[in-house]
C-alpha cells in the first residue's frame, strides 16, 4: 500500500491497546513497524491470541460493525490507520489483503486443531521465518506466554519444545529474542 492511502503514523508502546475488543469496526491498519498482536478474551477469562502481524501487514477486517477481538503492540508498533472508504484504497487491494487475512486464519486454525505441541511450534518458527524473510534467524518479538498462547499451549510446554529442538540440534537459541534454524529441512518434516 502507498502511504498516501493511509493516515500518518501513530506509536504504540508495548502493551499498549491500538483498538479493543467491542469497539466500533470500519478502519483496517498498517504495522509500519513492531508487532501486533490479535486477541480476544474467553467467556471464562482467558486470552486467545489469533494471530501476529508485522510490518507490511494489514490487520482489522471485521464482518460486522463491531470488533471481535483486540489489538495490542508486542514491542512498540508503528500503525497507519487505513480508511476502507477511501478513494484511494483499490476495492481489489483491500480484497486480497482479506483473502491473505482468511488464509492465514485457516491455516492457524489447522496449526491448532490437528498438531501435537512439536508440531505448532515447528510450523510457527517455520512461519515466521518466511514471513521476516531471513536466511536462519527469526526474531521472537513476543514473549513465551504469547506464543502458548497463539498455539494453545502452556508456557512450559513451549519451552520444554524449544528445548528439545535445541538438544536435537534443529534450533540454537543465542538469546530470548532469537532463534536460529540449524537444520530447516528437520523442523519442516516435524511440522507436517
Request: glycine residues 8%; proline residues 2%; charged residues 25%.
Amino acid at each position: 500500500m502507498a502511504k498516501a492511502e493511509a493516515g500518518p503514523v501513530t506509536f504504540y508502546p508495548t502493551d499498549s491497546t491500538i483498538f479493543a475488543q467491542g469497539d466500533k469496526a470500519g478502519s483496517v491498519y498498517l504495522v509500519e513497524f513492531g508487532t501486533v498482536r490479535i486477541c480476544r478474551v474467553t467467556s471464562d477469562g482467558r486470552r486467545q491470541i489469533n494471530s501476529f502481524h508485522f510490518a507490511g501487514d494489514v490487520f482489522g477486517f471485521e464482518a460486522g460493525d463491531e470488533r471481535q477481538c483486540y489489538a495490542e503492540s508486542v514491542d512498540g508498533a508503528g500503525i497507519r490507520v487505513v480508511h476502507t472508504d477511501a478513494s484511494g484504497v483499490p476495492a481489489h487491494r483491500l480484497l486480497q489483503l482479506a483473502l491473505t487475512s482468511f488464509a492465514s486464519a485457516q491455516h492457524h486454525l489447522l496449526r491448532l486443531g490437528r498438531m501435537n505441541a512439536v508440531e505448532k511450534l515447528a510450523s510457527f518458527l517455520l512461519d515466521l521465518l518466511d514471513r521476516q524473510e531471513s536466511d536462519n534467524v527469526v526474531a521472537l518479538q513476543m514473549q513465551r506466554c504469547d506464543i502458548a498462547d497463539y498455539l494453545g499451549l502452556t508456557f512450559e510446554t513451549v519451552s520444554r519444545v524449544l528445548r528439545s529442538l535445541k538438544d536435537g540440534g534443529i534450533i540454537k537459541v543465542p538469546s530470548i529474542d532469537r532463534v536460529e534454524i540449524v537444520d530447516t529441512a528437520a523442523l519442516a518434516a516435524l511440522s507436517d
